[in-house]
């Protein structure tokens, strides 16, 4: 399914990153979407043309509908529309309590990580009018839709509502042939996890819990981002699929 046009948001760093150019070497056009760090969008365009595919790069706030809607018109100048939109941007969670957090800080990540997966959607949904046919969307979320954490309550919210937004868009779409589907990283190697990254000693502390006794590395979660988008996961519509190394099943332990 090579030659397909591939939008993939937070495209600079980490799982974006990863992605673009992963369908690079499948041999797509891919639009690399960014918010501030044109150096990394770059980097990612590299990747993308050495794979075999094609790239541009656009900047772009996916919490901005204009901002939203300027990138897919410029996608579609170029290229015509989307065929697959990986949405990788986010921002992390920031371990500040619901009592302590300010406004401002929850309407930053809800905007970011939900809003910003609503107005992506949406734009790569009205770009293909009526046309029916195999497209895919992909929202990058996490275990902690689910698996909640002292600290998270923007986050978790955001990704619990990114949750009901895949299934619901799941449903819509079917008919025309647009499958949306979730994909929920436990413990990734990104600039997120970026002391992990740093510092072994920490992050081995963070690996024991895991039940495969490593963190991911984005890769991983670029391959399975590339099998969803293809006509292998056809019949596969509105799934969460956890790739986590078993993590979310240690929920419980010590209880």
Request: proline share 2%; charged share 20%.
């Amino acid at each position: 399914m090579s030659g397909r046009t591939v939008v993939v948001t937070g495209a600079e760093s980490g799982i974006g990153a990863a992605c673009a150019a992963a369908f690079g070497r499948a041999g797509d056009r891919v639009a690399v979407l960014y918010h501030s760090d044109t150096a990394g969008a770059e980097a990612s365009a590299a990747a993308v043309r050495t794979g075999g595919g094609e790239a541009i790069t656009i900047q772009a706030d996916v919490d901005g509908e204009a901002s939203v809607d300027a990138a897919f018109a410029q996608v579609e100048a170029q290229w015509g529309p989307a065929d697959v939109l990986v949405n990788s941007a986010g921002l992390n969670m920031t371990g500040v309590t619901v009592r302590d957090m300010k406004l401002d800080q929850w309407r930053r990540l809800i905007d970011t990580d939900l809003t910003g997966a609503f107005l992506t959607s949406r734009r790569f949904l009205t770009g293909r009018g009526d046309k029916n046919g195999d497209a895919a969307i992909l929202h990058i979320s996490s275990i902690h839709a689910y698996a909640v954490r002292a600290g998270g309550a923007d986050y978790c919210a955001a990704k619990g509502g990114l949750t009901n937004l895949v299934e619901t868009l799941a449903i819509e779409e079917a008919a025309r042939g647009i499958r949306i589907n979730a994909i929920e990283p436990g413990m990734i190697l990104t600039p997120m996890n970026a002391r992990a990254q740093a510092d072994a000693t920490y992050r081995a502390t963070l690996e024991h819990n895991i039940p495969m006794q490593r963190a991911g590395n984005p890769e991983e979660v670029a391959d399975l981002a590339v099998f969803l988008a293809s006509d292998r996961a056809r019949y596969i519509t509105g799934a969460r699929i956890v790739i986590d190394g078993g993590l979310s099943l240690m929920q419980a332990i010590g209880a």
